[in-house]
């Protein structure tokens, strides 16, 4: 299995982000995204996270970026909390492995 | 550093909690759109409806970019629900591109239709690009009553099918209606018509005055009496705990502004022709978007027409009941030609339903 923080990931465009009154969201467009009943609210690391996933940063970028951003974060927690926050966009259809 | 999740919340939820997180901010979280005042039926209550031939009022609907831009500028200034009526939205050829357009600007969008131009083809793309809900006026459980209200024959039938293209593709409608003298004995064969399909069903019991010309005949001309109305109301399931609820929630006097809605706070109204308004019956003065920015429409000239004063004393000023009163200032002037004025038919109404519903 290859180290997950190479991957690289794009963000799917058949989920759109919002931001309103301060929300940050998740909006479902198109029949092959999640739960099309559903929107999804992001908390601001969860924000942060979707607007470094722009195709170009691996998640070890991401990671060494959330460490700079969040001191005293400890490094393993944040991987973990990273991968798993990026399994859950991927399952919804948020976002693709390039 | 908190954990980073991704909670799925229904709509209704969601709303509650946008509701919160605006708090007293003016954000135009939701906005009704008319692609047209056209309309290929011809009901004779519809406070707003011209002929689809009319060429006049086609040539002053907004074009296709025209909508991009304002699209554009609603999801900047925050909206979030966005809601395409018209006339039939449906009428206009480009339909698809608006609609595909507002998705993609991350709008939850839902469709205000007759349903009787809903082909498999369209059900097929609603299907791909799913509404948060399409809400179908039914006037009738008979083509009788259906056509004789909508002018048109077979419209009946076509209203049917269109249901029967969504239901079979799981999109989310809910069906509405208006009650009116013509309609009146049907009411209930349309409700139970609903509930057969499951499908969430809702009355107006109110015809309005028109906001264009119609059909020729004076919408109001249509109402039920003010005792029909309640005696509706009293067949329905929960009818008195919720007029009894409502009242012990809301029970006051207006403040000292003549609009007390969330038009203008939470929501605004675009018009075929570009032109904002607070609401859908609110015309007396509009913005042009064709001319200015929303952004400036809702942030000034919005925000001077909610909150206009009173200017005079009128019975309504004092009246603590208008939770159960169906006036507003828009209602009254389209009544009376005057916001500040009493609308007697729907104050007649609020006066029974506490008679009849409250302790």
Partial sequence: ??????????????????????????VPIRRRTGDLESIYTLNPVGARIWHFLDGDRTLGDIKARLLLEFEGAEPEQVEADLCEFVDQLVQVGGLVEI | MDCPSIPDLNYSDFGKQLGEAVGNRRIPLSAMIELTERCNLRCQHCYISTSAMDADAKSKELSTEQWYRILDELAEEGTLWLRISGGEPLLRPDFRDIYVYAKSKGFLVSLFTNATLITPALADFLHEWPPENVAITLYGATAETYERITGIPGSFQRCRRGIDLLRERGIPFKLRTVVMTLNLDEYWSIRAYAEEIGADFAHDPVVRPAVTDGVGRNPVDLRITPEQVVELEKALPMAEEEWQRLARDYWSK?????????????????????????????????????????????????????????TKEFACRDCEMSVLCARCPAFAALENGDPESVVEYVCQIAHLRAETFLP
């Fill in chain 2, 254 to 310: 207006p403040g000292d502004t003549l609009y007390n809605c969330g038009a203008g706070l939470r929501s605004l109204h675009i018009a075929a022709d570009g032109m904002l308004y607070l609401c859908a019956m609110s015309r007396e003065r509009g913005y042009s978007l064709i001319d200015g920015s929303l952004r400036e429409g809702w942030r000034e000239f919005l925000y001077e027409v909610r909150y206009q004063p009173f």
């Fill in chain 1, 1 to 26: 299995m290859s180290d997950p923080l190479g991957r690289r990931y794009q963000r799917d465009p058949s989920i759109v982000y919002r931001e309103i009154a301060g929300e940050a969201i998740l």
